[in-house]
T-cell receptor, first 112, second 116 residues
Framework: AQSVTQLDSQVPVFEEAPVELRCNYS??????LFWYVQYPNQGLQLLLK??????LVESINGFEAEFNKSQTSFHLRKPSVHISDTAEYFC??????????FGTGTRLQVFP | GAVVSQHPSRVICKSGTSVKIECRSL??????MFWYRQFPKKSLMLMAT?????????EQGVEKDKFLINHASLTLSTLTVTSAHPEDSSFYIC????????????FGQGTRLTVV
C-alpha cells in the first residue's frame, strides 16, 4: 500500500534562509509524487509534481523537489524563503491505485 | 488552474440530522472525485474515491452508510453525513481530477462541519 511520511510537523525559519521539507514515500510500483501548499484560510494548490523524466522538478515561485528512488524521497527545497511562503505543505503520492494519498503535512513558518 | 467549488463553506447542524456537502468542477469534467477529512494539525484522511456513474470506493474504517457519496455527473459529487454526531465535526475537503493518475487534482475550499 502507498504511504507518505513527512518527518517534520513544523519548520521555523528566518526570511531569506534556505529550507528543506522532508518527504518519504512507500509504493510498490510506479509512483507519481506531488507537493501541495495550503495558505492560511485557503484550499490546497499544486506546487509541483514528478511524473517521469528529470528527477528535479521546479515550481514557478522558486521551490524545487528531487525524486530519489533509492532513498524513496521527494524532499522540497527553497534556497531563500519569503514571509509569504508561510503555509502548510503536503506531500502526496499516487500510482499504485487510483488514490491520492497525503502525508501529515509540514507547517513552514517564516519569521522576519 | 481549474476551479472546484465546494458548498457550503461552513455548516452547523443539530445532532441526529443529516447534512449534504456539494462539490462541483466548474470548468472541467471530473472523472474521479475524492473526499477527504482533515483533522486539526493532521493530514488529509482519504474517505472515499468516486468515479462518475459508479459506486464510491470507501477507505477502511469509513462507514459507507454514514457518509453517503453520490457522483451523479461529471461535474458534481455530493457527500451526505447522515445522523450526524458531534464526533463528525471536522473539515471536509473534496478534490476532482480530470484524467488518469498522473494528472493534477484540484481541491475545493473545504467545508467546516460543526455538529451541536
Amino acid at each position: 500500500a502507498q504511504s507518505v511520511t513527512q518527518l517534520d510537523s513544523q519548520v521555523p525559519v528566518f526570511e531569506e534562509a534556505p529550507v528543506e521539507l522532508r518527504c518519504n514515500y512507500s509504493s510498490s510500483v510506479s509512483v507519481y509524487l506531488f507537493w501541495y501548499v495550503q495558505y492560511p484560510n485557503q484550499g490546497l494548490q499544486l506546487l509541483l509534481k514528478y511524473l517521469s523524466g528529470s528527477t528535479l522538478v521546479e515550481s514557478i515561485n522558486g521551490f524545487e523537489a528531487e525524486f530519489n528512488k533509492s532513498q524513496t524521497s521527494f524532499h522540497l527545497r527553497k534556497p531563500s524563503v519569503h514571509i509569504s511562503d508561510t503555509a502548510e505543505y503536503f506531500c502526496a503520492v499516487s500510482g499504485d491505485t487510483d488514490k491520492l494519498i497525503f502525508g501529515t503535512g509540514t507547517r513552514l513558518q517564516v519569521f522576519p | 488552474g481549474a476551479v472546484v467549488s465546494q458548498h457550503p463553506s461552513r455548516v452547523i447542524c443539530k445532532s441526529g440530522t443529516s447534512v449534504k456537502i456539494e462539490c462541483r468542477s466548474l470548468d472541467f469534467q471530473a472523472t474521479t472525485m475524492f473526499w477527504y477529512r482533515q483533522f486539526p494539525k493532521k493530514s488529509l484522511m482519504l474517505m472515499a474515491t468516486s468515479n462518475e456513474g459508479s459506486k464510491a470506493t470507501y477507505e477502511q474504517g469509513v462507514e459507507k452508510d454514514k457518509f453517503l457519496i453520490n457522483h451523479a455527473s461529471l461535474t458534481l459529487s455530493t457527500l451526505t453525513v447522515t445522523s450526524a454526531h458531534p464526533e463528525d465535526s471536522s473539515f471536509y475537503i473534496c478534490s476532482a481530477r480530470q484524467g488518469p493518475l498522473n494528472t493534477e487534482a484540484f481541491f475545493g475550499q473545504g467545508t467546516r462541519l460543526t455538529v451541536v
